[in-house]
């Protein structure tokens, strides 16, 4: 070959894309969560936006229920670009990212006002900060709100003692593993999409969450006391793969920013109207809610807090001071 040919077959694809007119580009969004869930309405919403506001330059698509994965798959697609975008819970971010894990243990937040205040001032920006910044290829863009967690049972769960030997179910998190085994349970990992099964068949006795997604995963269905515990208050980063940000031209991006922070703020309202909603759906098909004191299990809890947390003993201080 020439050397004149070689000059033109290597410069040609690059001209080629020069005299293109830019093409779309596809946005996927993975969820687990089913279609009408609050953080599957915002992000749609987020995403019926960005199409507008891009002029079709950005094009959206969601997949909700879980259909392009579990949590944890999504995530590595997301990181590979796979997958542009999703929503996760900050629980399985933890072994990825550990400085994470400050969010992620039990009783850290006073209760879901106090989450809603840390994720929205400048802690919840460093926590996205600490995502965007690690190794793993994706930028954090918000938070989505998924309540408090609590525990669901098969059995009546009424004090500390109750709980002594039960299988429950939490995220795939040793942090999990740990706090559930320090409530006296015996904590069993597994993906969401697998709770049910698991219920059903006896593989566990229980797992952990909210009333939203207690309802909408058909948990309740075996699982009929719900403990009101609130151990675990976790948002839930919206990310983005780095290597679809970085197609974004700069405008791009800081649209995006904009309208994730939009949907995490619309999202909150979605999500009062339906944790309200589904306690009552709940308590119609015969789930009893049980108070109980929380004391003894946030002692229980105590050296988790010690054994995860000694290394963030300032970021939960000023955790704590944000009133
Ligand atoms: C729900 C979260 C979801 C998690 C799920 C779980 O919204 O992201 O996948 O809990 O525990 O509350 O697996």
Redesign the pocket.
Known sequence: MTFKRKLLLAVLPFAFSLSMPASALDIKFAE??PAGYP?VVAEQNMGKKLEQASNGEITFKMFPGGVLGS?KEVIEQAQIGAVQMTR??L?IVGPVVPDVNVFNMPFVFRDHEHMRKVIDGEIGQEILDKITNSEFNLVALAWMD?GS?SLYTKKPVRSLADLKGMKIRV?GNPLFIDMMNAMGGNGIAM??GEIFSALQTGVIDGAE??PP?LLEHNHYQSAKYFTLTNHLILP?PVVMSKTTWNKLTPEQQVLVKKLAREAQMEERVLWDAKSAASEEKLKAAGVEFIAVDTKPFYDATAPVREKYGAQYADLMKRIDAVQ
């Open positions: 687990i969560h953080t949590e996760v819970s629980g998924g967690r995220q993906d969401t969450n909210n997604t839930e």
